[in-house]
């Protein structure tokens, strides 16, 4: 069972304009969250994280939305340059398991156009 | 900055040979875990390393796979008899457990396996 969704593969942005990535899940138990950036050939590269007590986290120009009831967070990039195309993978910790391990999910193709 | 480094970055094998993959985490880094990465998916757990404690193994990691990691500091991953279905980019990741709340993972530049 895909415990961790990203329904849309590909996202298209103009420069300059807003970049907005989402992702499912389904474990309520899950308590942290994070985005990867990963560009072929490279291991992800950690870009932001929530905790599940948070809403919302800010670093520059990278925002994350946490939506606790509805399971659902986003990823805003404002604005988006054209060095931001890359893949792009939520992922979450916790549940049953205290390792830390993560559960990923299938990752979203950003192409920002100049 | 040493982040965490990974050896070989390609290996290319025939099916049935045996191949070994290292891990160089982060210095300071007591949590260690390898996933494995497939085309078109996110990376999936494997196994996890605290110190030299290997705590937890996925399903997916049939008895063909082995992990190590010997007075908690590099790990290896060992593929035993490789089945071409073991064409993958295998991640390793480190972090540092603390007594707050979580610990961020950060990544290798992965190792290519391709078993011809």
């Known amino acids: 069972d895909q415990q961790v969704k990203q329904n849309s593969p590909s996202l298209s942005v103009q420069e300059g304009r807003i970049s907005i990535l989402n992702c499912d899940y389904t474990?309520?138990?899950?308590?942290?969250f994070l985005w990867y950036k990963k560009y072929p050939a490279e291991g992800p590269t950690f870009l932001i994280s929530?905790?599940?007590?948070?809403d919302k986290n800010e670093d520059g120009r990278f925002t994350v939305f946490l939506n606790k009831s509805a399971k659902h967070l986003s990823l805003h990039i404002v604005p988006s340059q054209p060095g931001d195309s890359a893949v792009y993978f939520c992922?979450?910790?916790?549940?049953?398991?205290?390792?830390?391990?993560?559960?990923f999910g299938q990752g979203t193709t950003l192409q920002v156009k100049p | 900055d040493t982040g965490v480094s990974q050896n070989p970055r390609h290996k290319i094998t025939k099916r049935g040979q045996n191949v070994t993959f290292r891990c160089d985490p982060i210095?300071?880094?007591?949590?260690l875990y390898w996933y494995r990465q497939t085309l078109g998916q996110g990376p999936e757990f494997l196994t996890y390393?605290?110190?030299?404690?290997?705590?937890?193994k996925s399903r997916l990691l049939s008895d063909r796979f082995s992990a190590e990691r010997p007075k908690g500091s590099f790990s290896t991953l060992e593929i035993q008899r490789t089945e071409q279905g073991d064409s993958a980019m295998y991640l390793c990741?480190?972090?540092?457990?603390?007594?707050?709340?979580?610990?961020?993972?950060?990544f290798g530049p992965g190792t290519r396996l391709t078993v011809l």
């Open positions: 210095s300071e880094h007591n949590r």
């Open positions: 474990n309520s138990m899950f308590d942290y």
């Open positions: 992922a979450a910790s916790g549940g049953s398991s205290n390792t830390g391990k993560l559960i």
């Open positions: 990741a480190s972090s540092r457990l603390t007594t707050t709340f979580t610990d961020t993972q950060y």
């Open positions: 929530i905790s599940s007590i948070k």
């Open positions: 390393f605290q110190n030299e404690a290997q705590l937890e």
